[in-house]
């Protein structure tokens, strides 16, 4: 079976501070995604990558950064968080010639003060 | 532009009986058509997928459902079980350059009554 790792469940931070969420996959898949889950507004994407060092902006990138040294992690970074980054936040990965078929970690709620 | 949605927020089921849940897209030029199912507390799980040239695609007590003419796809859930109760979400894979995205939906919520 294919697992995706996150590094916490549930973070708390403060306004301001920096933030890193990890992935770790480890069935080698080429294509890694973070998206955010919030009431209403379903899953939103907000950067994936395709391979190492590589990126792509999603739907809504602004306030976050990527970083992919190594195939199989991924990490999200929030330079300064703030209070509307308050989120569930999924990882997922998926083969690159099946990106309809994504396996997601169990989430990371992050809650900004 | 894009949007994939779907009728009804949330479904309530007795025990036993089939699901059905829809979901309406927008987006002629997808390729595949896909069903997630998101458990509490748990990351969202692929359930089934179907190419835009099928209708029809069976898997194991689930079977989804594709009409591109009113673009609108379906997941059917035989013998609706306790297990079952989850969000359901829809979603597509627009074929654009060498986009990797999916577009999810906004879920619908079954609730199975006993």
């Known amino acids: 079976d294919v697992k995706v790792t996150q590094s916490s469940r549930y973070l708390v931070k403060r306004t301001g501070e920096k933030v890193f969420l990890e992935c770790v996959q480890d069935m080698d898949h080429e294509n890694m995604f973070w998206y955010r889950q919030d009431p209403g507004l379903g899953l939103r994407l907000i950067y994936f990558s395709y391979d190492v060092k590589m990126k792509e902006k999603g739907d809504i990138p602004e306030g976050y950064s990527v970083s992919r040294e190594k195939k199989e992690r991924f990490s999200l970074i929030l330079e300064s968080a703030s209070t509307n980054q308050t989120s569930m936040y999924l990882c997922?990965?998926?083969?690159?010639?099946?990106?309809?078929?994504?396996?997601f970690g169990p989430g990371t709620r992050l809650t900004v003060t | 532009g894009e949007s994939v949605g779907l009728h009804l927020p949330t479904l309530s089921v007795q025990e036993g009986d089939n699901s059905i849940i829809n979901c309406a897209y927008s987006?002629?030029?997808?390729?595949?058509f896909i069903w997630y199912k998101q458990e509490s507390g748990k990351g969202p799980q692929f359930i089934i997928d179907i190419r835009s040239n099928m209708d029809k695609r069976q898997g194991q007590r689930v079977t989804v459902l594709l009409n591109k003419t009113v673009k609108h796809l379906s997941l059917q859930i035989a013998a609706t079980q306790p297990g079952d109760s989850a969000v359901y979400f829809c979603?597509?894979?627009?074929?654009?350059?060498?986009?990797?995205?999916?577009?999810f939906g906004k879920g619908t919520r079954l609730h199975i009554l006993p």
């Open positions: 987006n002629s030029a997808s390729d595949y």
């Open positions: 979603a597509e894979n627009p074929v654009m350059n060498r986009d990797d995205k999916i577009i």
């Open positions: 997922a990965s998926s083969l690159l010639r099946r990106a309809y078929e994504q396996y």
